[in-house]
């Protein structure tokens, strides 16, 4: 069973940066696509961006184009999100999420086959 592990949370104003990152236990990591998820409260949880097995290819929400980069590290069993330009609404729990399939996706949570524990994202006004 993998463990995601999920760093990086905190309090920011509005228009500044985080990075969140994500470690992966075992020694298949490289094997799996990644991705993040946000859920706020009262919402349903969200996409925020996914990275194939290898980077070469990123997927990104609507909402964080532009401003959110994904990113991994295979040497280190570590996927990142670099969150520019924050928003008040970028306000939420951030969980890490492996692909059920090897060389999998996790564009939906219905691909997603492992969870971290989440970390909190504040963006104050």
């Known amino acids: 069973q993998v463990q995601l592990v999920e760093s990086g949370g905190g309090l920011v104003q509005a228009g500044g940066s985080l990075r969140l990152s994500c470690a992966a236990s075992g020694r298949t990591f490289s094997s799996y696509g990644m991705g993040w998820f946000r859920q706020a409260p009262g919402k349903e949880r969200e996409f925020v961006a996914a990275?194939?097995?290898?980077?070469?290819?990123?997927y990104y929400g609507d909402s964080v184009k532009g401003r959110f980069t994904i990113s991994r590290d295979n040497a280190k069993n570590t996927v990142y999100l670099q969150m520019n330009s924050l928003k008040p609404d970028d306000t939420a729990v951030y969980y890490c999420a492996r692909s059920k399939q090897t060389l999998g996706l996790t564009t939906t949570p219905l691909l997603v086959g492992s969870w971290g524990q989440g970390t909190q994202v504040t963006v104050s006004s």
């Open positions: 990275i194939n097995w290898s980077g070469g290819r990123t």
